[in-house]
């Protein structure tokens, strides 16, 4: 069985994000970019489905500009076998992503398509659920644990859903998407990171997918959240009532 990986480039999880002075985004040049946190558990996983026998390819798949591909040559520097990089230069919305995935679905035929449950960027959580609409494939949403079964050619996925773990046994092939508790992504070796140098991206364009690029909605401008006051600490119940009623009056 071959896994497909979606992997999206985003501005690291430590950066302190900041506006565009014209307004339209917010600031990604200089900016320090890497993996979105959970495709690195999404490939982690379908490493560690190949290390266990089930699968034989893993192939780690980007959407967006041309350095898309340093995220790339991490996830084959991890453990992907090899890489497919769909080049476009302006800003994906989670549905093109899932329409252009469905292409790469249609011409690898992947066994299971890992993504992460969602994009710290964007935060949209919306692309794993519309590329199994459109494949019309069953999901497991949110993992927080997968078990393959090699006879029954099933998955069972673990998920963290708000009254506790909810348990769902998937057809595949399937779709998966990873929540943070999964597992500990591993990091990349020297020798790997130089291995990875030589192993292969195949490259698209959306044209030759066949898959117009567009966007239903306009931004229409990106400001700051407003700056949140300290807190205080008081001394006492008596003073804190005080303040919610004299001060805050919200009782
Ligand atoms: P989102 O729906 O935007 O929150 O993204 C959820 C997941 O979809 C991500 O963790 C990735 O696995 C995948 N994804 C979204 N956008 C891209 C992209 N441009 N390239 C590759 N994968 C993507």
Redesign the pocket.
Known sequence: MKIM?????VVDYAVKIRVRPDKNGVETQNVKMSM?P??EI?LEEALKIKESGFAKEVVA????PSN?VDTLRTGLAMGADRAIH?EASRD?V?LT?AKL?KKLVEVENPGLL??????I????????Q?IAGLLGWPQGTFASKVVLDKEKHTASVDREVDGGLETLCLDLPAVI??DLRLNQPRYATLPNIMKAKSKPIKKYTPEELNVEIKSDFEVVQVTEPPKRKAGVILSSVDELIDKLKNEAHVI
Do not use: E, H, W, Y
């Open positions: 990986v979606a992997v999206k480039r979105n959970f495709c999404a798949v980007s959407m967006g898309c769909v994906l989670p992503v995935l890992i993504l992460g449950k969602q994009a960027d964007d935060d949209c959580n919306q692309t794993g519309m998407t990873t």
